[in-house]
């Protein structure tokens, strides 16, 4: 079933506010195989000029796990998740995501468009702290295998 | 927030040295729960071939992280990192026992504005593209 074109444009609320830790920042740091002292040693980010420690540039990718259900799941999207890929992502920074920062995503879907016989999501977040400050935008592209309209019914 | 390369020494066409690295199934299982990513396809064989997947393949995410970490390794420092995007063009396959290795290459395409540099990546395995990345770093 394809994609419902009304969606685009609109927005979604923001997930609920998630605290950045040090310990998720050197958790996920760990899981890349990142050994960069930046993620993991106030002394080093500190002696690089940042106030606590700073995460990797995709560790944002786990707030896309808390504002991006809301959005994806809504059933009158028409997205069956079983039959998604990732086709590319985007991060844009403003400043780096650091330790004790209080943030959400504010996502929004920008376009659905087919190709062949995909569709592809494209959705947009504004990265903020919950007072205001913008950290990132990330964007998004998935791709929705074998779901576009047949030519003869569009 | 300095990077450690110096834009004055950077010069277009200039390429960056490639590096390997190895994915292996513990590294999705332990990415999987940093990311949150839980999705079986990264984990269990037996769905991944259900829903028509050659066999298990890894986070694109996971990908990208090490691209950035090639970004970040010759930046100096991970701050210098303004804009990262990657294009997942093939999966990659990660076979029990052996995992998987791939290279991930890049060049600088151009000096813009003020310090900032675009570099232009590659991550591959063997033969084929996995993803094509492009970076834009903040250079001292």
């Known amino acids: 079933m394809p994609l419902n074109k009304g969606f685009v444009g609109r927005e979604f609320p923001a997930n609920e506010p998630y605290t950045v830790t040090a310990e998720s920042i050197r958790d996920f740091a760990d899981a890349i195989g990142d050994a960069n002292p930046v993620y993991r040693d106030e002394a080093a980010a500190k002696a690089a000029g940042q106030p606590a420690v700073i995460a990797p540039p995709t560790y944002l990718t786990k707030l896309n796990f808390l504002y991006g259900p809301a959005m994806l799941a809504d059933p009158d999207l028409g997205l069956n998740y079983a039959m998604v890929v990732h086709g590319d992502q985007e991060y844009s920074f403003t400043r780096p995501v650091r330790a004790g920062d209080v943030v959400i995503g504010k996502p929004r879907i920008a376009g659905i468009f087919a190709k062949g016989r995909n569709e592809f999501l494209v959705t947009e977040a504004s990265i903020e702290t919950v007072s205001g400050e913008k950290i990132a935008m990330a964007r998004s592209t998935i791709v929705s295998r074998g779901t576009a309209p047949q030519e003869e019914t569009r | ?140």
């Not at chain 2, 390997?20 to 071939?49: C, M, W």
């Not at chain 2, 791939?102 to 232009?120: C, H, I, M, Q």
């Open chain 2, 1 to 140: 927030m300095t990077a450690k390369v110096r834009f004055a020494d950077v010069s277009v066409g200039e390429e960056l040295k490639p590096w390997r690295y190895r994915v292996t199934r513990e590294d999705l299982v332990a990415y999987a729960g940093a990311s949150g990513d839980q999705n079986p396809i990264h984990q269990d064989e037996a769905f991944a071939k259900q829903v028509g997947l050659p066999d298990v393949i890894s986070h694109g995410m996971l990908t990208m992280a090490k691209i950035g970490q090639y970004v970040t390794d010759w930046a100096g420092d991970p701050a210098a990192v303004v804009r990262l995007k990657a294009r997942f063009t093939q999966m990659v396959i990660v076979p029990k026992d052996t995992g998987n290795e791939v290279t991930v290459a890049g060049k600088v395409t151009s000096k813009g504005d003020g310090t900032r540099v675009v570099l232009e990546l590659a991550a591959a395995v063997g033969d084929v593209n996995v993803g094509a990345a492009e970076a834009e770093v903040e250079l001292a």
